[in-house]
């Protein structure tokens, strides 16, 4: 069970490396991000308490705030930084997987798994993505093959277990 947990958690930070990468890459999107994490701030926050309401009646409705480019290369920086961290972390969680499960296979899947399933979530929230029938179809195939597997392994331990039981 310890090898799944590391699979899992390894998975999860593949799939945020890659959002990372994705930010850290895309002038774009990382522009966007900081507008509403911007508009986000102005309005959610006690420090423009006074003229809030002025304040934003004034601002643009394109989203445009004239500090994101100004800080936009420190924070594709960052998200740079964050693509390489979550990578080293991963591989290291990804080894403690492997010396923790059964099998190689077994911890590999998971990780595959735990990957595909996030980035799909990451896909959706943070960049609208659809994902179709066949994309539903080839990840429960892959989740109910890792069963499959876990299960056999379960089993041939089982087994194991019991004929070495008969042999004392």
């Not at 986000?40 to 500090?67: A, C, H, M, Q, W």
């Not at 029938?133 to 089982?158: D, E, P, S, Y």
Request: aromatic share 14%.
């Amino acid at each position: 069970m310890k090898g799944i947990t590391y699979s899992i958690m390894s998975g999860l930070l593949a799939a945020t490396a890659s959002l990372c990468g994705k930010l850290s890459m895309a002038v774009d999107e990382t522009k966007y991000l900081c507008e509403v994490l911007v508009q986000f701030y102005l309005e959610k926050s006690n420090f423009f308490v006074l003229d809030l309401e002025r304040d934003l009646k004034s601002l643009p409705t394109s989203g445009y705030f004239p500090i994101c480019p100004n800080f936009l290369i420190a924070v594709r920086f960052g998200f740079f930084l964050l693509m390489v961290l979550s990578n080293a972390v991963m591989w290291i969680l990804f080894t403690k997987a492997l010396c923790s499960s059964s099998t190689t296979i077994e911890a590999t899947l998971t990780n595959t798994a735990a990957n595909f399933l996030f980035t799909a979530v990451f896909g959706q929230v943070f960049f609208g993505e659809t994902l179709t029938f066949l994309w539903w179809t080839g990840i429960m195939m892959i989740v109910i093959g890792l069963m499959v597997i876990h299960r056999a392994n379960q089993l041939n331990t089982a087994v194991s277990r019991a004929s070495a039981k008969k042999l004392k």
